[in-house]
């Protein structure tokens, strides 16, 4: 810490003294006074809440007047946090304005120094969230009651709408891009001077044009803090508590599903190196299917009519299934063999003993068959537990085309160019 700034533990009360900074506020806890991160801490809008949040739950029951006083102040802490929600939808609707209109309007007025897909590098699709955000907070205005506005029903809102927030996907996905872009922009005093009299035309508070700044790329993260916080002072008998139990599971799940696409993306890079280092490569690339390696080892490949068994490496991606023959020098080297199609196959388990169709003995073996083509791959593991890993990951791998069905998951193959472009992650490797 440095000298002025102030130190605090959780649950202690701060007493704000200056506020005018967005991130740093100055001060006072016990004997000290310093500047503190904003994030930090939840601003306590009523100050007359409850110090023991248990004392406020008890009132349910007890003297008449206990149990009115305490309904009271659940009320009033409910029309906070929809008083909070609203407002930091409001300012983050004037901020997406400002960005679409302030910045990227202005931008496209300038061919000569910006492209249309520099543009979409920089800012990513914030103008598509800026429209869905807009018909949210008029949602949101219009379930608000000013006459009582804990008696509010916000959670349908969030339901609504909640297939409209996977869209941050592809802005989080972006962001990595539009920093790089940006850092090399800023270092040139014309698009310095550029973004600068944009924020002065627009009237926008002094902030940088850093994507870290933009609020797209932590707003999602933000929504079941504030659903959780409104549950915890919604009665159950409350006409909204179902329905923002429900909205913050909702929430919850889009905010996963959003950081389970980065994480996907994030494995392109890997995929295209594994793919670069396989000999004799043949067909489509992976990337145009897959964007995840479920599993790998290997297994011994019985091929008819002669049935003949091979020795393959075997890598289960997401709808394919590649395998590669190991050179016999360099064992570190693959070549590549064949794929299998999963989609419409089914992993069939087979018992130990003699095969009708091969004649012959078999032993932790199972069987992918393609019932409408006729297509067969037998597959034997050398021990149970390897034989049961592999099963375990085939189901896994029908999963996930199920759950990328359902959500509307895609591998987006321009993206993918982009990211194989840029070649490798040092130091990133994958175990066989």
Request: hydrophobic letters at 35%; proline letters at 2%.
């Amino acid at each position: 810490m440095d000298d002025q700034e102030l130190g605090f533990k959780a649950g202690e009360v701060i007493e704000v003294m200056d506020a005018t900074n967005r991130e740093w506020w100055w001060g006072r806890v016990a004997d000290g006074e310093g500047w503190f991160p904003a994030n930090f801490v939840r601003l306590r809008v009523n100050q007359d809440e409850p110090e023991d949040y248990e004392a406020l739950q008890a009132g349910d029951g007890g003297a008449e007047g206990g149990g009115a006083k305490a309904q009271s102040s659940r009320d009033q802490m409910r029309t906070n946090v929809i008083n909070e929600i609203l407002s930091t939808e409001q300012d983050y609707i004037k901020h997406l304005r400002d960005i679409c209109e302030g910045y990227i309007r202005q931008c496209r007025k300038r061919a000569d120094m910006f492209s249309e897909e520099q543009l979409h590098t920089i800012f990513g699709n914030i103008e598509d969230i800026y429209r869905c955000q807009k018909a949210f907070v008029k949602a949101l205005e219009q379930k608000f009651n000013r006459e009582q506005p804990h008696l509010s029903e916000l959670g349908a809102c969030f339901l609504e709408h909640q297939a409209n927030f996977q869209i941050y996907s592809e802005y989080c996905n972006n962001h990595p891009n539009a920093c790089v872009e940006l850092s090399r922009l800023t270092k040139l005093s014309k698009y310095v001077y550029f973004f600068e009299a944009c924020r002065l035309l627009q009237k926008m508070i002094d902030i940088s044009l850093d994507p870290g700044d933009f609020f797209p790329v932590q707003k999602i993260c933000k929504y079941p803090l504030q659903l959780a916080e409104l549950l915890k002072y919604t009665h159950p008998q409350h006409r909204d508590f179902k329905d923002v139990e429900a909205a913050l599971y909702a929430m919850k799940n889009v905010a996963q599903l959003i950081n389970e696409r980065k994480r996907r993306l994030e494995n392109i890079d890997k995929i295209a190196q594994w793919q670069s280092s396989i000999e004799d490569w043949e067909g489509e690339d992976l990337l145009v299917r897959s964007s995840e390696l479920i599993y790998s080892g290997e297994l011994t490949r019985v091929t008819q009519p002669q049935a003949r068994s091979q020795q393959r490496m075997f890598f289960l991606f997401d709808h394919q299934l590649i395998y590669c023959k190991k050179d016999l020098l360099r064992r570190d080297v693959l070549y590549y063999k064949g794929r299998v199609d999963m989609d419409g196959l089914e992993v069939v388990d087979l018992e130990d003993g003699k095969d009708r169709d091969l004649h012959m003995s078999i032993k932790n073996a199972f069987r992918l068959y393609g019932g409408t083509t006729g297509e067969s791959h037998l597959l034997c593991a050398r021990k149970t537990e390897q034989k049961q890993r592999w099963l375990k990951a085939f189901a896994k791998e029908r999963e996930q085309v199920r759950l990328d069905q359902e959500t509307g998951y895609t591998v987006d193959c321009i993206s993918a160019k982009k990211q194989k472009a840029r070649g490798p992650w040092a130091g990133d490797n994958w175990e066989v």
